[in-house]
C-alpha cells in the first residue's frame, strides 16, 4: 500500500482545483526610479528594461503601469544636488515630492508609497547622518521625520522608512500623528539585511556609499533570531506591514515570521535578484517568464502577502494573457 499522490495531478484542470497558492496584480508594487534635471527617461545598465525617469517619462510610465492594472508603486529619487544632510530628501520641491504630486494628479486612486531614507540624497550615501564615519542613529530619526513629513504633505499614501535606523517606526508615527496624518500607514523595511544583493540598485539609485558599507545599521545576513527581534519591535512602535529585504536568499525569513505575525508582509525581489534573471534570460540560458512566475510564487507561498519587484510590469502583463 502507498499513496498515489499523482491521481490529483492528471489534468491541468484538476491542478488548477489543489492549487494552494495564487499570484495576482493585486500582489505587485512597481518600483519607480525619478531623476532630477535629465531629459526622456535613461535605462540602469546593471538593470536591462529598469529606468530612471524625468518626471515627464513619469507620466507614461504611470499611465503603462495603470493600463496593467497595478495598484501600487514605491518611488525612489534622486536629486541634482546632494549634500551631507540629504537635505533635498525633505524639500517640498525635491524631486520625490514633485513626482508624488505629480502622480497623484494623474492616478489619484494608484497607492503611491514613498521610500524613506537618505542615501540617494546624502553625498556620502549614507542612510543617515554622520557622526564620523559612523551614522548616529538619533540625529538620524529627526530628519528621516522631516523626510516622511513632506512625502505625506505631497500626497504619498503609505510611508516605507527603508534606513534601518533603531526607532524609526515608532519617531515616524508620532511625527505623522502629531501633523494630523494618523490614517497613513507605515510599511517598514523591517528585516533589510546589509545584501550584496543590492548593487545594480545603487547604479539606479545612484546611492553607493562613498566609504564603508551599511553594516552598522543593516543586519548579518547570517542571522535569523536577530530579524525576528527587528520585526517585533516594528510591530510593537506601529508598523501597518513588515518587510524582508531581499526576499530570494530569505524565504526562511519570511515564512518564519508569517507564522509570528499577523501584520500584511511584503517581500522586496531586489535589483540583485533581477539583475541574474535578466541576465540568463537575456542569453536564452532559461526560460525568463516561467523563472519569474515561479520565483514570485515562491515568495508568496513563503508567505509574503505583497511583492516589490522590478518584475511588476512584466508579471502583471503574463497574468493578463
Ligand atoms: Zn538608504
Not at 532630477?36 to 518626471?55: N, R, T, Y
Not at 541634482?80 to 515630492?97: F, H, P, R, T, Y
Not at 506591514?241 to 505575525?261: C, G, H, N, T, W
Request: charged letters at 25%; hydrophobic letters at 45%; aromatic letters at 8%.
Amino acid at each position: 500500500m502507498f499513496q498515489r499522490h499523482r491521481r490529483l495531478r492528471t489534468s491541468s484542470t484538476l491542478r488548477d482545483l489543489v492549487r494552494e497558492t495564487q499570484l495576482s496584480v493585486d500582489d505587485l508594487i512597481a518600483p519607480i526610479f525619478v531623476k532630477e534635471a535629465i531629459e526622456g527617461k535613461e535605462e540602469v545598465s546593471s538593470m536591462p528594461g529598469v529606468f530612471q525617469h524625468s518626471l515627464a517619462s513619469l507620466e507614461e510610465e504611470i499611465e503603462h503601469i495603470l493600463s496593467l492594472g497595478i495598484k501600487a508603486v514605491i518611488l525612489f529619487g534622486i536629486p541634482s544636488e546632494k549634500d551631507e544632510l540629504g537635505s533635498q530628501a525633505w524639500s517640498d520641491e525635491g524631486i520625490v515630492q514633485q513626482a508624488i504630486a505629480q502622480i497623484k494628479r494623474q492616478a489619484p486612486h494608484l497607492i503611491v508609497i514613498a521610500d524613506t531614507c537618505l542615501c540617494e540624497f546624502t553625498s556620502h550615501g549614507h542612510c543617515g547622518l554622520l557622526d564620523g564615519s559612523l551614522v548616529d542613529n538619533d540625529a538620524s530619526l529627526q530628519i528621516l521625520g522631516k523626510v516622511a513629513l513632506s512625502q505625506v504633505k505631497a500626497g504619498a499614501d503609505i510611508i516605507a522608512p527603508s534606513n534601518a535606523m533603531d526607532g524609526f517606526v515608532a519617531y515616524i508615527r508620532q511625527v505623522l500623528d502629531e501633523a494630523g496624518f494618523q490614517a497613513i500607514p507605515i510599511m517598514s523595511y523591517s528585516i533589510k539585511f546589509a545584501s550584496s544583493y543590492y548593487g545594480p540598485f545603487r547604479d539606479a539609485g545612484e546611492s553607493a556609499p562613498a566609504f564603508g558599507d551599511r553594516k552598522t545599521y543593516q543586519m548579518d545576513p547570517a542571522n535569523r533570531m536577530e530579524a525576528l527581534r527587528e520585526a517585533q519591535s516594528d510591530q510593537e512602535e506601529g508598523a501597518d506591514f513588515l518587510m524582508v529585504k531581499p526576499a530570494l536568499a530569505y524565504l526562511d525569513i519570511l515564512r518564519e515570521l508569517r507564522q509570528r505575525s499577523s501584520l500584511p508582509l511584503v517581500a522586496y525581489n531586489v535589483s540583485g535578484e533581477y539583475a541574474m534573471i535578466k541576465a540568463a534570460g537575456q542569453n536564452g540560458w532559461i526560460d525568463e517568464k516561467a523563472v519569474v512566475l515561479e520565483t514570485l510564487l515562491g515568495m508568496k507561498r513563503a508567505g509574503a502577502d505583497l511583492i516589490i519587484s522590478y518584475f511588476a510590469k512584466d508579471v502583471a502583463s503574463y497574468l493578463q494573457d
